[in-house]
């Protein structure tokens, strides 16, 4: 009896920290991409100031949870955004906007991707 309710406990905290862990990733996923949103609403504004501003954020806010992420999420995916971040700045400070809006497209997808793809679902499960 003791071992069944041993098991349970941990499977109780075990689905705990998944659906905690999803929620995380959810919301700091929705902060970014609301950053990432922002410059590019202003890059087709021509609002380049704005833009930097908006990038710094960005760049903060990344900086804030990557350290979190790493110990949930696949590494691959952690560096095809920071490659991401890397390219949108130079973009940025150049300024071309063709390839900027290019790039924040692309760190959404990868974000929306990382979001997905570490959901609490059956789909992941199996």
């Known amino acids: ?3 069944a309710a041993l098991i349970f406990g941990i499977l109780i905290a075990l689905f705990t ?3 905690f862990t999803s929620w995380y990733i959810n919301h700091s996923t929705a902060s970014i991409t609301q950053q ?7 890059i087709r504004e021509g609002k380049w100031i704005e833009v930097h501003q908006s ?10 949870i990557r350290g979190r992420w790493a110990m949930i999420i696949d590494h691959r995916d952690m560096e095809n955004i920071n490659l991401g971040f890397s ?5 940025i400070d150049e ?3 063709t390839q900027a809006l290019a790039e924040i497209s692309m760190l959404k997808l990868l974000f929306e991707y990382t979001s997905e ?9 199996l």
Request: aromatic residues 10%; charged residues 30%; proline residues 5%.
């Open 36 to 42: 990432l949103q922002d410059m590019d609403n202003s």
């Open 17 to 19: 920290l998944s659906f």
């Open 1 to 3: 009896m003791k071992a």
């Open 87 to 91: 390219r949108l700045k130079e973009y």
């Open 95 to 97: 300024p071309d906007p």
């Open 117 to 125: 793809n570490q959901a609490f679902s059956l789909k992941n499960i």
């Open 55 to 64: 990038m710094s954020v960005a760049e903060e806010e990344w900086e804030r």
